[in-house]
């Protein structure tokens, strides 16, 4: 079955008719996929379409940039521990994929060090001195308000932690 050589040169391949129309897409596939042997220009405008959506995409998110898929704030933070919930508040700021940052719980503060920022997920450590000396190694991921993940406590395992982003 031979495709008629207008059927793709008339099509709107624009990304918001894309978003807008997916039956008409899905059509489009289904098309393409059933005939690719006969019309090898129009596969290679499918393909052309979705390497420049792909990139015109990646370029949006960079440009607007979502303030919610980042570290930078306040964190109401839970971490669960050997002797029960233990509360605090996490402040964060990221410079390019460098974490840096204060945690404060029960009256003591700390910097991080070893902070990492790759998009949504952060690594980082902490030093304590009360119950025990010891360097507690966080690694968790946000989820738009939310920052979950487990925390090694040296010798005693790892153990989740949860946090809510503090809205100002």
């Known amino acids: 079955m031979k495709l008629p050589s207008n059927q793709f040169r008339d099509a709107d391949l624009s990304w918001p008719a894309c978003v807008v129309n997916p039956v008409r897409l899905m059509a489009m596939f289904a098309t393409v996929q059933h005939m690719v042997h006969d019309t090898e220009p129009a596969l290679d405008r499918v393909r052309d379409f979705w ?43 990221t410079e390019g994929k460098v974490l840096l940052g204060r945690q404060t719980a ?51 395992g790892d153990f989740s932690f949860s946090g809510t982003r503090v809205v100002s």
């Open 51 to 93: 390497r420049h959506r792909q990139r015109s995409v990646t370029l949006a998110l960079r440009a607007t940039g979502n303030p919610n898929m980042t570290a930078d704030g306040d964190w109401d933070l839970v971490v669960t521990t050997p002797l029960g919930e233990r509360r605090g508040v996490l402040s964060l700021k």
């Open 106 to 156: 029960d009256g003591n503060s700390t910097e991080i060090f070893d902070g990492d920022a790759d998009g949504t997920v952060l690594s980082w450590k902490i030093s304590i001195a009360d119950p025990m000396p010891m360097i507690l190694k966080f690694s968790g991921s946000i989820e738009g308000d939310r920052l979950s993940g487990t925390v090694a406590l040296g010798d005693f």
